[in-house]
């Protein structure tokens, strides 16, 4: 297995510009989020999806979209791209969304470095 | 509100010196408690999870524990290669919070030969 899978590893936009991060993972898993890492705070939660088709929003999702067509991937689209946005982003997956079990522990990928200019 | 607070910020430890990293935590329904390793441009690396207070686990020279406010990450006899930052998480136990993890900012680990 692959795990969880990011891409690209490094991006530069301009402010306004517009893009996709992607994220895959090949481990048939339910649960999938994405976060945001900046220097001197916690990985702050930007959106989740607990199946195909149904998605959320955490703690810090303006300015950014997400969809679930598939189990596999959960792409986070950047509409309008600010400096704001400037981070590592970071997908994560885990097996269960409720069950109280090793199953619900969550597994991240290598990470998405995004500077916008 | 949920909390999650990590001291020290950073730590050095000679090689062999023995520490622990402390996470407080305030959470309504704690459903469980992660411990994740983190290199430098790297994601982040699970280590353990605990459920409930009195759980302990282990994983080479770390040793994990936790009770109703804080979690303990023990390392006995740190090698270099211990060095990185170490993440603790906590996870609420209702869907409202989207089962999301609720990161402390890590405590930055150095050991040095």
Known sequence: ?117 | EDQVTQSPEALRLQEGESSSLNCSYTVSGLRGLFWYRQDPGKGPEFLFTLYSAGEEKEKERLKATLTKKESFLHITAPKPEDSATYLCAVQAGDSNSGYALNFGKGTSLLVTP
Request: glycine share 10%; with cysteine.
């Open chain 1, 1 to 117: 297995n692959a795990g969880v899978t990011q891409t690209p590893k490094f991006q530069v936009l301009k402010t306004g510009q517009s893009m996709t991060l992607q994220c895959a993972q090949d481990m048939n898993h339910e649960y999938m989020s994405w976060y945001r890492q900046d220097p001197g705070m916690g990985l702050r939660l930007i959106h989740y999806s607990v199946g195909a088709g149904i998605t959320d929003q955490g703690e810090v999702p303006n300015g950014y979209n997400v969809s679930r067509s598939t189990t596999e991937d959960f792409p986070l689209r950047l509409l309008s791209a600010a400096p704001s946005q400037t981070s590592v982003y970071f997908c994560a997956s885990s097996y269960s969304k409720g069950a109280h079990s090793s199953t619900d522990t969550q597994y991240f990928g290598p990470g998405t470095r995004l500077t916008v200019l």
